[in-house]
């Protein structure tokens, strides 16, 4: 099924603001070199103080893409002639890391005055989030992509993937055309529609679905961002190639994540009920 986790993925692999694949996680290289390494300084730091701030500011990013683009328009303060998005009903006293935004800003300006968009910023802050919580549960990129890989049996919603199949570039054009008669374009139409994340061979387990992005037929946004020119490409590639490499990552991933601070002798309770405590 579908999950939150592959949005964490999705921005943990490449810049959101290169989704589209025009745009270039490399375009500040020689304008402003430090720009990345002042903003992952400055996220970490954020996210050590408090960690649910990795959430905050990937869900703030998540809404500015979701209206009208990435644009960080999410991030405008309104005025006497204009209504932002801060209050909107979805974000009105609910999205918050605005001050670590700011943070960020100031100190990128600091570095390279009015060279790095307030968009890239909250997309590259969104990245590093991720990138500082999923280190601080000892899960690495392989670890990641190892465990996309659940994808390979399953379904997703076509509210989920609806925005891939009709605006996105890096999806096969003839894969898109064959969704979009069980997804309708329009919001609200057809939205629990089903379709399997891995059409080669959806009740499987296997590496089809590694192969299925190098040919851009990835069902989610998320699931192409794994192969789309980022740090992750590589991994995807071996996956795609070895069914065992991938079975072996995805068995080491799954017990690194069943570690992830699991509440032991008399910390928890054993429940009569586990839909309630005892």
Not at 199 to 228: I, R, V
């Amino acid at each position: 099924m579908a999950s939150a986790s592959c949005l964490c993925l999705a921005v943990l692999l490449a810049l959101a603001s290169a989704a589209a694949g025009q745009l270039s996680s490399t375009f500040y290289d020689t304008s402003c070199p430090n720009a990345l390494s002042t903003i992952k300084s400055a996220v970490t730091t954020a996210v050590n103080n408090e960690p649910r701030m990795g959430a905050s500011l990937l869900r703030m990013h998540f809404h500015d893409c979701f209206v009208d683009g990435c644009d960080a328009s999410v991030l405008l303060n309104d005025t006497a002639t204009f209504t932002g998005e801060q209050g909107a009903i979805p974000n009105k006293n609910s999205l918050r890391g605005f001050t670590v935004i700011d943070n960020i800003k100031a100190q990128v300006e600091a570095v390279c005055n009015q060279t790095v968009s307030c968009a890239d910023i909250l997309a590259v802050a969104a990245r590093d989030s991720v990138v500082a919580l999923f280190a601080n549960k000892n899960l690495n990129v392989t670890d990641l992509v190892a465990l996309s890989g659940g994808h390979t049996i399953g379904q997703a919603q076509c509210r989920f993937f609806r925005d891939h199949i009709y605006n996105d570039t890096n999806i096969n054009s003839t894969f898109a055309s064959s969704l979009q008669g069980n997804c309708p374009r329009a919001s609200g139409s057809g939205d629990a529609n089903l379709a399997p994340l891995d059409a080669p061979s959806p009740t499987t387990f296997n590496n089809d679905y590694f192969n299925s992005l190098l040919s851009q037929k990835g069902l989610l946004h998320s699931d192409q961002e794994l192969f789309n020119g980022g740090s992750a490409d590589s991994t995807v590639r071996s996956f795609a190639s070895s069914a065992s490499a991938f079975s072996s990552a995805f068995t080491a991933a799954m017990v690194k994540m069943g570690n992830i601070s699991p509440k032991t002798g008399s910390q928890g309770q054993i429940r009569l009920s586990c839909s309630k405590v005892n």
